[in-house]
């Protein structure tokens, strides 16, 4: 048996174990092509479906496959709440026993289009929870995107676990501070230096608070903006290693939590860098249409999450001293499960596929 038909078949058996319903018909058919992406977007390295589909196991001719993963692609059924979001229910509640680390960035995808997504951080590396794509380069999405994004992922986060949202200066809406808020989440988010903070009458501009380098000045009980939302605390953060100060607001209480929280934000740029050009080149995906791209998504992420999951394997069942080295590991958990995928399939073995995070000792966290 292939390589790919290997891989084709335990990710099929793996998306159809954790389906909520038993796929029939056209669904069934759709789950079997939605494996066939997976396979080929790890096999070549690409999200560019002539590329994918030398990489999908089929009888048929390389043409055809990537014609039926074009029409996937275009079909309007493909929807996220059947392909996606069990999945991403079933990655939150594997990570559930602990705080659920939130954070919401955009980034360039495909041929003119922008993505925003939601991640969960996960071990230094940024798990996709949901997104939405516009046309557009770079630049800012309103903030209604935003809350309604964040409606989305609300709906699938475990019922009464600990949440915390980051956001960077893009994501400081009161808007969008309200409905976190209104969830019961905690939140940190970057703001901008000419941001007005009202201090018990007093109105100034967060630049204007004398923080030096290598310090932190934190202001409770405020409000901020024209609007006067509050109260919340405002941090002046110069890290020593900055050039200038960060700028933030939180619901948190302590200081020293909300920027211990903020400095993982910078995490969820391993995701679109992995998904890039340190993986999967979804920059360099022909596809224009936002509503296409948000469908090869769809099996980009699983994709994603899987690889993931091996490289977690790979520590947690002592792979890195067979595939790696034995002194010390130099590479991220999305390159060690590309290599332990690799291993197990040159030495024709078993292909564990999952799509939530395994339990971990405390060693290896």
């Excluded at 992406?37 to 560019?48: A, E, F, K, Q, V």
């Excluded at 990570?95 to 954070?103: F, G, K, N, R």
Aim: hydrophobic content about 40%; aromatic content about 10%.
């Amino acid at each position: 048996m292939s390589d790919n038909r290997r891989r084709y078949r335990a990710i099929r058996k793996s998306l159809k174990d954790l389906c909520p319903f038993e796929p029939k018909g056209n669904q069934a058919r759709h789950l079997n092509t939605l494996a066939g992406l997976i396979c080929g977007i790890i096999g070549s390295n690409s999200s560019h479906l002539p590329k994918v589909a030398k990489k999908a196991p089929d009888r048929t001719k390389k043409e055809s496959r990537a014609k039926r993963f074009s029409r996937w692609v275009n079909n309007e059924r493909i929807e996220f709440g059947i392909y996606y979001q069990p999945y991403a229910q079933a990655l939150l509640t594997s990570l559930a026993h602990h705080t659920l680390v939130l954070a919401m960035d955009g980034s360039e995808m495909g041929r003119g289009c922008l993505t925003l997504m939601v991640s969960v951080i996960y071990r230094k590396r940024a798990l996709p929870i949901a997104w939405i794509v516009v046309q557009g380069h770079k630049g800012h999405f309103p903030e209604e995107t935003h809350v309604r994004l964040l409606e989305q992922v609300h709906d699938i986060v475990p019922e009464g676990c600990d949440v915390i949202f980051l956001g960077d200066g893009e994501f400081d809406g009161t808007t969008l501070q309200a409905t976190v808020a209104a969830y019961n989440w905690q939140y940190v988010c970057r703001t901008a230096r000419n941001t007005q903070i009202n201090e018990d009458g007093d109105q100034f501009p967060f630049h204007e608070v004398d923080v030096q380098p290598g310090h932190c000045i934190g202001l409770p009980d405020v409000s901020i903006t024209h609007q006067n939302y509050g109260p919340v605390l405002t941090i002046a953060w110069w890290r020593a290693e900055y050039k200038e100060p960060i700028y933030l607001v939180t619901n948190m209480e302590l200081v020293e939590e909300a920027c211990y929280w903020y400095a993982k934000r910078f995490r969820i740029e391993t995701f679109f860098s992995d998904q890039k050009s340190r993986g999967f080149n979804m920059q360099k995906s022909h596809i224009s249409d936002p509503e296409r791209l948000a469908r090869l998504m769809i099996a980009a992420c699983l994709a994603y999450i899987w690889i993931i999951y091996l490289g977690v394997i790979a520590k947690r069942d002592g792979w890195v001293k067979i595939i790696h080295r034995t002194d010390r590991c130099d590479l991220s958990l999305f390159q060690l499960g590309l290599d332990l995928l690799e291993h197990f399939l040159d030495e024709h073995l078993s292909i564990p596929v999952a799509f939530q995070m395994p339990t971990l000792t405390e060693s290896v966290r």
